[in-house]
């Protein structure tokens, strides 16, 4: 009963959380509405003021030391559905205003429509879908409930697939269409578990089904198929085949918000299932398979990485590698769980950071040099010097070098699975973190070389293009000296969670 009665509270700036879901929607409706140049003052307004409520709701986390809870219209589960932000969903939309406000800014020299040019579609198209997917994603880190999840993640594939295919060739659309056929194979993977977790226990409410739920063949089953779904939807290897190609041909702003952002939607609702629903169902055999596929991604996202000849299909395969590492936590979580669900948020969050700086800068060097060809890097540090610095400190963070946020993540994860004997975890971060350095150092070399005498960029960009990239960089650089805060953000509010079954 004290359970019920906890989640049937809302507290103070409880409603903060339906406004951090409700004014991204209500942007890309006003913008649609206005169309044209107002779509892009539309969504910049819509940023600063979405930035100032993820703030003010991270403030009320600190200060209030407990999760945030708001009860949709009044009623409490399992009638209503409840909204909940605890230490891992402000962490999570924190990074997500980040990098939106950081590729807003980078977008505005690649779709910002000038006074006395013609609209286009692409423009408005890309400023209502930055909008949508950022709502998407807040709505699926603060919702309370499993069926709340089916719908923000379709909300959010929805918005995410047509960002491959700005542009409208055919191959891109052909990625985006592959894409999506990933995307809804999950979905309906997803559901079949929800029917399944309904059908047994009767309710969808987290808190509650935690608290009901039991090992046996049913709950077996609901977790198979929903991990399977959200793998799908996360691109882990074998799974990845959509993701390369939608990188290959999308704008690098859309590449940004989905090799940073979109994934990491699913990849937090397996977060949530695993330690908040399933933690005493899963099996060790059932976490070490899961660590087992991400452990081939980083090796087989880091070898095809080398083996690439454009920078953006590199980052692209890196991605794929990265990815991998997210899922090293879960065999660790039931032996030191504080310490391997920070870690993992941690690299969820230096990756967000750093791949969205990297494409960034693919894009600016491609933009500068009309190529993104690897063999001929030439001349890029030397008229975009910040661009290539940001590009080497993002993949410093990949590598894991201190004091950036990879490093951090990656010294968690090492010492979680050292502290629990699992060590082959981390000899395959350390063989990751080698293969990493190695096309990192190959990118930068390769830009540092002087160009030719007679040579001139094809187009000079925007100074605060640059700036923006190395902001992210930085960001993901310093997100390491996070071990020096007084206390641990990412286990607010999971005292709560620990007595409905969690750890």
């Known amino acids: ?125 890309f400023w209502l879908l930055l909008l949508a997917v950022w709502g998407a994603l807040n709505l699926v880190f603060v919702s309370g409930d499993i069926f709340t999840l089916y719908v923000a993640l379709e909300l959010l594939t929805f918005a995410g697939v047509p960002l491959v295919s700005l542009d409208g060739r055919a191959e891109t659309l052909q990625a985006a269409l592959r894409y999506l056929l990933f995307a809804l194979i999950g979905s309906m993977l997803y559901l079949l578990g929800v029917f399944l977790l309904y059908g047994a226990y009767g309710t969808l409410d987290i808190a509650l089904l935690a608290e009901r739920i039991s090992a046996q063949p049913l709950a077996w089953t609901a977790v198979a198929l929903m991990t399977a779904g959200m793998l799908a939807k996360t691109a882990l290897f074998p799974l990845h085949l959509w993701l390369p190609p939608a990188h290959a041909g999308a704008p690098a702003a859309a590449s940004a918000l989905l090799s940073a952002l979109v994934i990491k939607g699913s990849w ?60 090293l936590l879960f065999p660790l979580v039931a032996h030191d769980s504080a310490r391997a669900v920070t870690g993992g948020l941690l690299q969820a969050m230096s990756h967000a950071s750093a791949k969205s700086a990297m494409f960034l800068a693919a894009g600016l060097i491609y933009a500068t040099l009309g190529h993104d060809r690897l063999a001929d890097l030439r001349g890029a540090a030397q008229t975009l010097p910040m661009t290539v610095t940001a590009f080497a400190l993002a993949g410093a963070t990949l590598i894991g070098l201190p004091p950036s946020g990879g490093f951090l993540a990656k010294w968690l994860l090492l010492s979680a699975a050292l502290a629990t004997g699992q060590w082959w975890w981390a000899l395959v971060m350390l063989v990751g973190g080698l293969l990493t350095s190695i096309y990192v150092f190959m990118v930068v070399m390769r830009a540092m070389q002087p160009a030719a ?51």
Do not use: H
């Open 1 to 125: 009963m004290r359970t019920l009665a906890l989640a049937g509270q809302a507290t103070p700036g409880g409603l903060l959380l339906v406004l951090a879901v409700l004014l991204p929607f209500a942007g890309m409706l006003a913008g649609l509405a206005l169309g044209g140049r107002r779509a892009q003052r539309v969504a910049w307004v819509t940023i600063v003021c979405g930035i100032g409520i993820v703030l003010a709701i991270a403030r009320g986390l600190l200060s209030s030391g407990d999760a945030l809870r708001y009860a949709l219209g009044g009623w409490p589960p399992p009638l209503g559905v409840m909204l909940r932000a605890d230490g891992l969903s402000v962490c999570m939309m924190l990074v997500v205003a980040l990098v939106t406000g950081a590729v807003a800014v980078y977008a505005n020299g690649d779709f910002g429509t000038p006074a006395g040019t013609r609209e286009a579609r692409a423009p408005l198209a």
């Open 268 to 327: 937090f609702v397996v977060v949530r299932l695993w330690v908040d629903v399933f933690a005493g169902v899963v099996s060790g055999s059932f976490a070490q398979l899961l660590a087992g596929l991400g452990a081939l991604a980083i090796i087989f996202g880091n070898v095809a990485a080398l083996r690439q000849a454009r920078l953006k299909l590199l980052i692209a395969y890196s991605t794929v590698a990265q990815i991998g590492y997210l899922f």
């Open 453 to 503: 005498p007679d040579w001139s960029p094809k187009r000079r960009v925007p100074r605060y293009q640059q700036i923006a990239v190395l902001g992210l960089a930085m960001c993901s650089f310093l997100l390491g000296l996070a071990v020096l805060l007084p206390v641990d953000v990412t286990q607010i509010g999971r005292t709560a969670m620990s007595s409905t079954g969690a750890p």
